[in-house]
Protein backbone atom coordinates (compact mmCIF):
# COMPACT_ATOMS: atom_id res chain seq x y z
CA UNK A 1 0.00 0.00 0.00
CA UNK A 2 1.36 3.32 -0.84
CA UNK A 3 2.24 6.04 1.51
CA UNK A 4 0.09 9.12 0.95
CA UNK A 5 2.68 11.58 2.72
CA UNK A 6 6.49 10.28 2.60
CA UNK A 7 8.82 12.84 4.40
CA UNK A 8 12.47 12.29 3.74
CA UNK A 9 15.12 13.74 5.46
CA UNK A 10 13.39 16.82 6.08
CA UNK A 11 15.64 19.90 7.44
CA UNK A 12 13.85 23.22 8.28
CA UNK A 13 15.39 26.22 10.03
CA UNK A 14 14.59 29.74 10.71
CA UNK A 15 17.11 32.26 10.38
CA UNK A 16 16.24 35.38 12.19
CA UNK A 17 17.83 38.16 10.00
CA UNK A 18 16.72 40.96 12.72
CA UNK A 19 18.11 38.92 15.51
CA UNK A 20 21.53 38.94 14.49
CA UNK A 21 21.04 36.60 11.89
CA UNK A 22 20.28 33.44 14.70
CA UNK A 23 19.06 30.32 13.33
CA UNK A 24 16.70 28.16 14.52
CA UNK A 25 16.66 24.17 13.92
CA UNK A 26 13.39 23.03 13.66
CA UNK A 27 13.68 19.48 12.03
CA UNK A 28 17.05 18.22 11.65
CA UNK A 29 17.02 15.05 9.23
CA UNK A 30 13.65 14.05 9.58
CA UNK A 31 11.74 11.04 8.16
CA UNK A 32 8.25 9.63 7.89
CA UNK A 33 5.57 7.83 6.32
CA UNK A 34 1.47 8.32 6.84
CA UNK A 35 -0.38 5.11 4.83
CA UNK A 36 -3.30 5.89 3.21
CA UNK A 37 -6.43 5.84 5.29
CA UNK A 38 -3.79 5.94 8.47
CA UNK A 39 -4.54 8.48 11.72
CA UNK A 40 -0.53 9.72 13.13
CA UNK A 41 -0.67 12.08 16.15
CA UNK A 42 2.26 14.20 16.27
CA UNK A 43 3.39 14.61 20.25
CA UNK A 44 5.75 16.53 21.55
CA UNK A 45 6.56 19.38 24.03
CA UNK A 46 6.29 23.08 22.41
CA UNK A 47 9.06 23.99 20.01
CA UNK A 48 9.79 20.86 19.01
CA UNK A 49 8.51 21.11 15.52
CA UNK A 50 4.74 19.52 15.39
CA UNK A 51 3.05 22.37 13.90
CA UNK A 52 6.09 22.68 11.07
CA UNK A 53 6.08 19.46 10.35
CA UNK A 54 2.04 20.36 9.21
CA UNK A 55 3.01 22.88 7.63
CA UNK A 56 6.23 21.79 5.69
CA UNK A 57 3.34 19.52 4.62
CA UNK A 58 1.24 22.11 3.64
CA UNK A 59 3.68 23.91 1.89
CA UNK A 60 3.38 26.60 4.18
CA UNK A 61 6.84 26.47 5.25
CA UNK A 62 9.66 26.24 2.48
CA UNK A 63 12.23 23.28 3.56
CA UNK A 64 15.92 23.89 3.53
CA UNK A 65 16.32 20.29 2.07
CA UNK A 66 14.65 16.99 1.92
CA UNK A 67 11.41 15.81 0.43
CA UNK A 68 8.22 16.10 1.45
CA UNK A 69 6.07 13.91 -1.16
CA UNK A 70 2.24 13.75 -1.01
CA UNK A 71 -0.14 11.65 -2.99
CA UNK A 72 -3.61 12.72 -3.31
CA UNK A 73 -5.84 10.79 -5.85
CA UNK A 74 -3.51 11.29 -8.66
CA UNK A 75 0.16 12.48 -9.22
CA UNK A 76 2.64 12.54 -6.14
CA UNK A 77 3.95 16.05 -5.66
CA UNK A 78 6.99 16.82 -3.90
CA UNK A 79 6.00 19.73 -2.11
CA UNK A 80 9.29 20.81 -0.89
CA UNK A 81 10.63 21.29 -4.83
CA UNK A 82 6.74 22.23 -6.01
CA UNK A 83 5.86 25.93 -7.76
CA UNK A 84 3.15 27.82 -5.85
CA UNK A 85 0.62 26.75 -8.90
CA UNK A 86 0.81 23.24 -7.85
CA UNK A 87 0.85 23.44 -3.93
CA UNK A 88 -2.58 25.78 -4.59
CA UNK A 89 -3.81 22.56 -6.57
CA UNK A 90 -2.86 20.46 -4.53
CA UNK A 91 -4.49 22.08 -1.71
CA UNK A 92 -8.07 22.48 -3.31
CA UNK A 93 -7.70 18.76 -4.55
CA UNK A 94 -6.00 16.76 -1.56
CA UNK A 95 -5.06 18.86 1.75
CA UNK A 96 -7.47 20.45 4.03
CA UNK A 97 -5.85 21.93 7.08
CA UNK A 98 -7.66 23.38 10.31
CA UNK A 99 -4.57 25.38 11.76
CA UNK A 100 -4.57 27.55 15.18
CA UNK A 101 -6.07 30.77 13.92
CA UNK A 102 -8.48 31.71 11.70
CA UNK A 103 -7.86 34.25 9.00
CA UNK A 104 -10.48 35.79 6.85
CA UNK A 105 -11.98 38.52 4.52
CA UNK A 106 -13.92 40.79 7.21
CA UNK A 107 -17.60 40.49 6.89
CA UNK A 108 -18.10 37.84 4.96
CA UNK A 109 -20.97 35.51 6.62
CA UNK A 110 -19.72 32.34 8.84
CA UNK A 111 -21.39 30.09 6.54
CA UNK A 112 -20.29 31.60 3.00
CA UNK A 113 -16.84 31.58 4.64
CA UNK A 114 -17.28 27.31 4.85
CA UNK A 115 -18.60 26.45 1.72
CA UNK A 116 -16.30 28.84 -0.26
CA UNK A 117 -13.58 26.21 0.80
CA UNK A 118 -15.68 23.46 -0.66
CA UNK A 119 -16.43 25.54 -3.81
CA UNK A 120 -12.78 26.13 -4.30
CA UNK A 121 -12.34 21.96 -4.11
CA UNK A 122 -14.93 21.68 -6.80
CA UNK A 123 -18.27 21.15 -4.91
CA UNK A 124 -21.36 22.96 -6.50
CA UNK A 125 -22.60 25.89 -4.90
CA UNK A 126 -26.20 24.46 -4.05
CA UNK A 127 -24.30 21.32 -2.52
CA UNK A 128 -21.32 23.42 -1.25
CA UNK A 129 -24.02 25.24 1.11
CA UNK A 130 -25.92 22.22 2.02
CA UNK A 131 -22.55 20.28 3.32
CA UNK A 132 -21.33 23.79 4.74
CA UNK A 133 -24.67 23.77 6.36
CA UNK A 134 -24.30 20.43 7.85
CA UNK A 135 -21.13 20.77 9.51
CA UNK A 136 -22.30 24.26 11.36
CA UNK A 137 -25.19 21.97 12.70
CA UNK A 138 -23.05 19.61 13.52
CA UNK A 139 -20.27 22.11 15.10
CA UNK A 140 -23.42 23.41 17.12
CA UNK A 141 -23.10 26.73 15.89
CA UNK A 142 -25.89 28.45 16.35
CA UNK A 143 -28.48 29.14 13.60
CA UNK A 144 -28.21 32.61 14.67
CA UNK A 145 -24.57 33.33 13.91
CA UNK A 146 -23.98 31.56 10.55
CA UNK A 147 -25.28 34.47 8.27
CA UNK A 148 -22.80 37.02 10.71
CA UNK A 149 -19.01 37.32 10.10
CA UNK A 150 -16.49 35.52 12.81
CA UNK A 151 -14.70 38.11 13.89
CA UNK A 152 -17.30 38.72 17.22
CA UNK A 153 -17.65 35.07 17.90
CA UNK A 154 -15.99 33.90 20.87
CA UNK A 155 -12.30 31.98 20.31
CA UNK A 156 -14.30 28.77 20.65
CA UNK A 157 -17.00 29.12 17.64
CA UNK A 158 -14.07 30.62 15.51
CA UNK A 159 -11.99 27.66 16.34
CA UNK A 160 -15.01 25.72 15.47
CA UNK A 161 -15.50 27.60 11.92
CA UNK A 162 -11.78 27.39 11.32
CA UNK A 163 -12.21 23.08 11.66
CA UNK A 164 -15.42 23.28 9.53
CA UNK A 165 -13.44 24.68 6.58
CA UNK A 166 -10.70 22.55 6.88
CA UNK A 167 -13.10 19.12 7.04
CA UNK A 168 -16.13 21.00 4.62
CA UNK A 169 -13.97 19.70 1.02
CA UNK A 170 -13.77 16.30 2.53
CA UNK A 171 -10.38 16.25 1.00
CA UNK A 172 -8.28 12.71 1.10
CA UNK A 173 -5.38 13.95 3.30
CA UNK A 174 -5.87 16.51 6.73
CA UNK A 175 -3.57 18.02 8.58
CA UNK A 176 -5.20 19.24 11.83
CA UNK A 177 -3.11 21.63 14.00
CA UNK A 178 -4.98 21.50 17.37
CA UNK A 179 -8.54 21.93 16.39
CA UNK A 180 -9.87 20.91 19.63
CA UNK A 181 -7.94 23.52 21.27
CA UNK A 182 -10.22 25.52 23.00
CA UNK A 183 -13.20 23.79 22.64
CA UNK A 184 -15.21 21.82 25.50
CA UNK A 185 -16.10 18.14 25.97
CA UNK A 186 -19.50 18.32 23.51
CA UNK A 187 -17.59 20.16 20.49
CA UNK A 188 -14.89 17.63 21.45
CA UNK A 189 -16.86 14.94 20.76
CA UNK A 190 -18.15 16.56 17.66
CA UNK A 191 -14.65 17.12 15.86
CA UNK A 192 -13.43 13.78 17.26
CA UNK A 193 -16.63 12.46 15.34
CA UNK A 194 -16.56 14.34 12.10
CA UNK A 195 -12.52 12.95 11.95
CA UNK A 196 -13.22 9.25 12.66
CA UNK A 197 -16.11 9.80 9.97
CA UNK A 198 -13.38 11.17 7.69
CA UNK A 199 -11.43 8.75 8.44
CA UNK A 200 -13.83 6.19 7.70
CA UNK A 201 -14.47 7.41 4.05
CA UNK A 202 -10.62 6.70 3.68
CA UNK A 203 -9.02 9.89 4.35
CA UNK A 204 -5.38 9.74 6.06
CA UNK A 205 -5.17 12.51 8.70
CA UNK A 206 -1.74 14.27 10.77
CA UNK A 207 -2.15 15.61 13.38
CA UNK A 208 -1.22 17.44 17.03
CA UNK A 209 -3.98 16.83 19.22
CA UNK A 210 -2.94 18.51 22.69
CA UNK A 211 -5.94 16.24 24.29
CA UNK A 212 -4.83 13.36 24.97
CA UNK A 213 -8.64 11.81 25.30
CA UNK A 214 -9.29 13.03 21.34
CA UNK A 215 -5.52 12.10 20.34
CA UNK A 216 -6.24 8.29 21.94
CA UNK A 217 -9.98 8.33 20.38
CA UNK A 218 -8.65 8.92 16.95
CA UNK A 219 -5.34 8.39 16.20
CA UNK A 220 -3.90 5.24 14.73
CA UNK A 221 -0.29 6.10 15.69
CA UNK A 222 1.69 8.53 17.81
CA UNK A 223 5.40 9.87 16.60
CA UNK A 224 7.29 11.41 20.26
CA UNK A 225 9.24 14.34 18.77
CA UNK A 226 11.98 15.42 21.27
CA UNK A 227 14.36 18.03 21.59
CA UNK A 228 16.90 15.62 20.10
CA UNK A 229 14.91 15.24 16.92
CA UNK A 230 15.14 18.44 16.70
CA UNK A 231 18.59 19.56 18.10
CA UNK B 1 -0.52 22.06 -21.16
CA UNK B 2 -2.01 25.85 -20.44
CA UNK B 3 0.27 28.85 -20.96
CA UNK B 4 0.49 32.02 -18.86
CA UNK B 5 -1.50 35.36 -19.63
CA UNK B 6 1.60 37.14 -19.04
CA UNK B 7 5.21 37.05 -19.24
CA UNK B 8 8.01 39.50 -18.17
CA UNK B 9 11.36 38.90 -18.69
CA UNK B 10 14.49 40.99 -16.85
CA UNK B 11 12.39 44.61 -17.12
CA UNK B 12 14.81 47.59 -16.06
CA UNK B 13 12.94 51.17 -16.00
CA UNK B 14 15.10 53.80 -15.02
CA UNK B 15 14.59 57.48 -15.06
CA UNK B 16 17.38 59.41 -15.66
CA UNK B 17 19.95 58.16 -13.29
CA UNK B 18 17.60 56.97 -10.77
CA UNK B 19 16.56 53.26 -11.40
CA UNK B 20 12.57 52.35 -10.08
CA UNK B 21 13.22 48.56 -11.35
CA UNK B 22 15.35 46.60 -11.94
CA UNK B 23 15.55 42.40 -13.15
CA UNK B 24 12.09 41.69 -12.73
CA UNK B 25 10.79 38.59 -14.11
CA UNK B 26 7.47 37.22 -13.95
CA UNK B 27 5.02 34.93 -15.10
CA UNK B 28 1.09 35.91 -14.06
CA UNK B 29 -1.58 32.55 -15.03
CA UNK B 30 -4.99 32.93 -15.61
CA UNK B 31 -7.09 32.93 -12.35
CA UNK B 32 -3.76 33.64 -10.64
CA UNK B 33 -3.74 36.95 -7.88
CA UNK B 34 0.14 38.16 -7.81
CA UNK B 35 0.52 41.02 -5.00
CA UNK B 36 3.29 43.16 -5.13
CA UNK B 37 4.96 44.75 -1.66
CA UNK B 38 7.19 46.64 -0.26
CA UNK B 39 7.60 50.46 0.63
CA UNK B 40 6.63 53.60 -0.78
CA UNK B 41 9.26 53.96 -3.74
CA UNK B 42 10.18 50.34 -4.05
CA UNK B 43 9.50 50.43 -7.46
CA UNK B 44 5.85 48.59 -7.02
CA UNK B 45 3.90 51.49 -8.99
CA UNK B 46 6.35 51.75 -11.64
CA UNK B 47 6.69 47.80 -11.94
CA UNK B 48 2.86 48.17 -12.44
CA UNK B 49 2.61 50.46 -15.25
CA UNK B 50 5.13 49.09 -17.42
CA UNK B 51 3.16 45.84 -17.09
CA UNK B 52 -0.10 48.02 -17.85
CA UNK B 53 1.49 49.61 -20.66
CA UNK B 54 1.89 53.09 -19.52
CA UNK B 55 5.22 53.18 -18.54
CA UNK B 56 8.03 51.58 -21.52
CA UNK B 57 10.36 49.63 -19.83
CA UNK B 58 14.50 50.71 -20.31
CA UNK B 59 15.36 47.05 -20.89
CA UNK B 60 13.31 43.72 -20.80
CA UNK B 61 9.94 42.38 -22.30
CA UNK B 62 6.58 42.34 -21.18
CA UNK B 63 4.99 39.81 -23.33
CA UNK B 64 1.04 39.34 -23.27
CA UNK B 65 -1.46 36.35 -24.86
CA UNK B 66 -4.61 37.13 -26.13
CA UNK B 67 -7.27 33.83 -25.98
CA UNK B 68 -5.36 31.38 -28.80
CA UNK B 69 -3.22 33.76 -29.56
CA UNK B 70 1.22 33.94 -29.62
CA UNK B 71 2.86 36.20 -27.09
CA UNK B 72 3.16 39.96 -28.26
CA UNK B 73 5.61 42.44 -26.95
CA UNK B 74 3.18 45.18 -24.95
CA UNK B 75 5.85 47.60 -25.70
CA UNK B 76 7.18 46.54 -29.36
CA UNK B 77 3.76 46.49 -30.90
CA UNK B 78 2.25 49.01 -32.92
CA UNK B 79 0.32 51.94 -30.94
CA UNK B 80 -3.14 50.72 -31.84
CA UNK B 81 -2.82 47.00 -31.29
CA UNK B 82 -1.45 48.67 -27.76
CA UNK B 83 -4.29 50.85 -27.02
CA UNK B 84 -6.98 48.26 -27.97
CA UNK B 85 -5.45 45.50 -25.84
CA UNK B 86 -5.30 48.45 -22.78
CA UNK B 87 -9.42 48.98 -23.44
CA UNK B 88 -10.04 45.67 -23.98
CA UNK B 89 -7.73 42.98 -22.13
CA UNK B 90 -6.77 44.68 -19.05
CA UNK B 91 -7.21 47.70 -17.25
CA UNK B 92 -5.14 49.23 -14.08
CA UNK B 93 -7.19 50.57 -11.18
CA UNK B 94 -5.17 53.95 -9.99
CA UNK B 95 -4.77 54.78 -6.76
CA UNK B 96 -6.03 57.94 -7.37
CA UNK B 97 -9.38 57.50 -8.90
CA UNK B 98 -8.98 60.86 -10.53
CA UNK B 99 -6.04 58.97 -12.81
CA UNK B 100 -8.24 56.00 -13.48
CA UNK B 101 -11.68 57.99 -14.01
CA UNK B 102 -13.01 60.99 -16.66
CA UNK B 103 -14.43 63.53 -14.09
CA UNK B 104 -15.83 65.77 -16.46
CA UNK B 105 -18.15 62.53 -17.72
CA UNK B 106 -21.23 60.90 -15.42
CA UNK B 107 -20.26 57.48 -14.06
CA UNK B 108 -22.53 56.00 -16.01
CA UNK B 109 -20.54 57.62 -19.51
CA UNK B 110 -16.91 56.49 -17.19
CA UNK B 111 -18.68 52.84 -17.35
CA UNK B 112 -19.70 53.04 -20.80
CA UNK B 113 -16.03 54.51 -22.47
CA UNK B 114 -14.78 51.21 -23.23
CA UNK B 115 -17.14 49.69 -24.43
CA UNK B 116 -17.48 51.91 -27.04
CA UNK B 117 -13.84 51.65 -27.64
CA UNK B 118 -14.51 47.93 -28.32
CA UNK B 119 -16.95 48.71 -30.82
CA UNK B 120 -20.50 49.18 -28.97
CA UNK B 121 -22.45 51.84 -30.20
CA UNK B 122 -25.71 50.90 -29.13
CA UNK B 123 -26.64 53.63 -26.49
CA UNK B 124 -29.59 51.54 -24.97
CA UNK B 125 -27.10 48.12 -24.58
CA UNK B 126 -24.39 50.67 -23.55
CA UNK B 127 -26.46 51.94 -20.92
CA UNK B 128 -27.60 48.66 -19.22
CA UNK B 129 -24.63 47.11 -19.36
CA UNK B 130 -23.35 50.09 -17.59
CA UNK B 131 -26.08 49.95 -14.75
CA UNK B 132 -25.30 46.06 -14.17
CA UNK B 133 -21.70 46.93 -13.98
CA UNK B 134 -22.61 49.71 -11.05
CA UNK B 135 -24.75 47.09 -9.64
CA UNK B 136 -21.99 44.48 -9.39
CA UNK B 137 -19.55 46.66 -7.73
CA UNK B 138 -22.81 47.76 -4.76
CA UNK B 139 -22.90 51.33 -6.28
CA UNK B 140 -26.85 52.67 -6.66
CA UNK B 141 -27.41 52.74 -10.44
CA UNK B 142 -29.69 55.02 -9.38
CA UNK B 143 -26.52 57.99 -9.34
CA UNK B 144 -25.84 56.54 -13.02
CA UNK B 145 -25.78 60.26 -13.80
CA UNK B 146 -23.99 62.17 -11.75
CA UNK B 147 -19.92 63.07 -12.41
CA UNK B 148 -17.70 60.99 -9.95
CA UNK B 149 -17.02 63.98 -8.17
CA UNK B 150 -19.97 63.64 -6.22
CA UNK B 151 -18.74 60.13 -5.58
CA UNK B 152 -16.98 59.30 -1.63
CA UNK B 153 -13.70 57.75 -2.38
CA UNK B 154 -14.32 54.42 -1.58
CA UNK B 155 -17.00 54.74 -4.38
CA UNK B 156 -14.82 56.20 -7.13
CA UNK B 157 -12.15 53.49 -6.40
CA UNK B 158 -15.62 50.78 -7.11
CA UNK B 159 -16.63 53.21 -10.04
CA UNK B 160 -12.86 52.50 -11.24
CA UNK B 161 -13.21 48.78 -11.11
CA UNK B 162 -16.70 49.06 -12.86
CA UNK B 163 -15.14 51.24 -15.63
CA UNK B 164 -12.52 47.93 -16.23
CA UNK B 165 -14.76 44.94 -15.74
CA UNK B 166 -17.26 45.79 -18.24
CA UNK B 167 -15.09 44.90 -21.02
CA UNK B 168 -14.50 41.70 -19.75
CA UNK B 169 -10.62 42.26 -19.32
CA UNK B 170 -8.18 39.02 -18.63
CA UNK B 171 -6.05 41.29 -16.05
CA UNK B 172 -6.98 43.80 -13.71
CA UNK B 173 -3.73 46.00 -12.28
CA UNK B 174 -4.32 47.56 -9.06
CA UNK B 175 -2.50 50.09 -7.35
CA UNK B 176 -2.62 50.12 -4.14
CA UNK B 177 -6.49 49.67 -4.06
CA UNK B 178 -7.37 50.20 -0.35
CA UNK B 179 -5.08 53.13 0.30
CA UNK B 180 -6.82 56.33 1.60
CA UNK B 181 -9.84 54.03 2.51
CA UNK B 182 -11.21 54.38 6.23
CA UNK B 183 -11.39 50.50 7.22
CA UNK B 184 -15.05 49.05 7.09
CA UNK B 185 -14.66 50.23 3.07
CA UNK B 186 -11.87 48.54 2.82
CA UNK B 187 -13.27 45.10 4.06
CA UNK B 188 -16.16 45.60 1.88
CA UNK B 189 -13.82 46.46 -1.15
CA UNK B 190 -11.56 43.34 -0.22
CA UNK B 191 -14.92 41.18 -0.34
CA UNK B 192 -15.72 42.53 -3.52
CA UNK B 193 -12.28 42.11 -5.13
CA UNK B 194 -12.48 38.50 -4.01
CA UNK B 195 -15.86 37.67 -5.36
CA UNK B 196 -15.12 39.42 -8.64
CA UNK B 197 -11.88 37.32 -8.85
CA UNK B 198 -13.54 34.45 -8.36
CA UNK B 199 -16.47 34.75 -10.60
CA UNK B 200 -14.89 36.02 -13.55
CA UNK B 201 -11.69 33.95 -13.14
CA UNK B 202 -9.45 37.33 -13.53
CA UNK B 203 -5.93 37.12 -13.37
CA UNK B 204 -4.94 40.14 -10.97
CA UNK B 205 -1.84 41.80 -10.27
CA UNK B 206 -2.12 44.25 -7.16
CA UNK B 207 0.35 46.86 -5.34
CA UNK B 208 -0.15 46.94 -2.03
CA UNK B 209 1.82 48.22 1.08
CA UNK B 210 -0.76 46.32 3.21
CA UNK B 211 0.10 42.74 4.27
CA UNK B 212 -3.51 42.21 6.13
CA UNK B 213 -4.78 42.79 1.78
CA UNK B 214 -2.04 40.58 0.47
CA UNK B 215 -2.70 37.79 2.79
CA UNK B 216 -6.69 37.77 2.37
CA UNK B 217 -6.23 39.04 -1.64
CA UNK B 218 -3.23 37.49 -3.08
CA UNK B 219 -1.99 33.77 -4.20
CA UNK B 220 1.74 34.65 -4.67
CA UNK B 221 3.71 37.49 -3.58
CA UNK B 222 6.63 39.00 -4.53
CA UNK B 223 8.74 41.49 -2.22
CA UNK B 224 10.21 44.36 -3.81
CA UNK B 225 13.24 46.41 -2.12
CA UNK B 226 14.61 49.57 -4.40
CA UNK B 227 13.50 48.36 -7.42
CA UNK B 228 14.56 44.86 -7.25
CA UNK B 229 12.29 41.81 -5.87
CA UNK B 230 13.68 40.23 -2.94
CA UNK B 231 11.86 37.22 -2.26
CA UNK B 232 8.57 35.61 -4.15
CA UNK B 233 6.45 32.49 -3.18
CA UNK B 234 3.09 31.83 -2.25
CA UNK B 235 1.35 34.52 -0.05
CA UNK B 236 1.27 32.35 2.96
CA UNK B 237 4.68 31.28 2.46
CA UNK B 238 6.16 34.70 2.14
CA UNK B 239 4.25 35.88 4.74
CA UNK B 240 4.48 32.88 7.91
CA UNK B 241 8.50 31.91 6.80
CA UNK B 242 10.16 34.89 4.99
CA UNK B 243 13.36 34.27 4.42
CA UNK B 244 14.83 37.68 3.53
CA UNK B 245 15.52 40.46 5.59
CA UNK B 246 14.07 43.12 4.53
CA UNK B 247 10.57 40.47 4.13
CA UNK B 248 11.15 39.59 7.68
CA UNK B 249 11.60 43.26 8.77
CA UNK B 250 8.08 44.25 6.84
CA UNK B 251 6.18 40.79 8.47
CA UNK B 252 7.57 41.91 11.84
CA UNK B 253 6.51 45.52 11.79
CA UNK B 254 3.27 44.83 11.11
CA UNK B 255 0.50 45.77 13.67
CA UNK B 256 -1.58 43.13 14.61
CA UNK B 257 -5.35 43.94 15.16
Not at chain 1, 71 to 88: K, S, Y
Not at chain 1, 137 to 144: D, V
Not at chain 1, 151 to 179: K, Y
Not at chain 2, 175 to 202: K, Y
Amino acid sequence: MAAAIEIESLDKSFTLHLRGGTELKVLSGLSLAVERGECLALQGPSGTGKSTILRCIYGNYRPDRGHVRVRGGGDTVDVAFAEPREILALRRSTLGYVSQFLRVVPRVPAIDLVMERAQESGVEPDMARARAAAILERLHIPHALWSLPPATFSGGEQQRINVARGLVAEQPILLLDEPTASLDSDNRAAVVDLVREAKARGATVVGVFHDREVRDAVADRVLVLDKAEAA
Amino acid sequence: MTEPLLRVRGLDKSFGRVTACRAVSLDLWPGEVLGIVGESGSGKTTLLRCLAGELEPTAGSVEFRAAEGPFEDVHRMGEARRRYLMRTQWGIVHQNPRDGLRMRVSAGGNVGERLMAAGERHYGRIRAEAVSWLDRVELDPGRIDELPALFSGGMQQRLQIARILVSRPRIVYLDEPTGGLDVSIQARLLDLLRRLVRDLALAVVIVTHDLGVARLLTDRLMVMRRGEVVEEGLTDQVLDDPRHAYSQLLVSSVIGA
